[in-house]
């Protein structure tokens, strides 16, 4: 399956963005889908995850409460939509998506540039 996210963007502190990640390829709902994101000089960190059936949704410490991950099975599409930004969710942002209950994720989209300005 490729993967393309899209959304990014320059927003100032307390903003929102919706970022979409469009799947080709394969069907989407085939997949646990998650999102990532890496900050410069720092590592990839986990941002979200959303299982193929719905079944369960887990959120880093740092998104709860402001971020809400989505997807949209027939539309071959996931969504993070992203609320009360700080300047410390400036990263590169990535989706990805991996099999069922399997631990690494086997696909991962090109990222998008989300900064914050305070």
């Known amino acids: 399956v490729q993967l393309q996210a899209s959304g990014g963007g320059l927003v100032q502190a307390g903003g929102s963005l919706r970022l979409s990640c469009a799947a080709s390829?394969?069907?989407?709902?085939?997949?646990?889908m998650g999102w990532f994101r890496q900050a410069p000089g720092k590592e990839r960190e986990f941002v979200a995850l959303?299982?193929?059936?719905?079944?369960?949704?887990r959120y880093a410490d740092s998104a709860k409460g402001r971020f809400t991950i989505s997807r949209d099975n027939p539309k071959n599409t996931g969504y993070l939509q992203m609320n009360s930004l700080k300047p410390e969710d400036t990263a590169v942002y990535y989706c990805a998506a991996r099999t069922p209950r399997a631990t690494d994720y086997d696909y991962w989209g090109q990222g998008t540039q989300v900064t914050v300005s305070s």
């Open positions: 390829g394969r069907t989407l709902s085939d997949y646990d």
């Open positions: 959303i299982t193929w059936r719905y079944s369960t949704i």
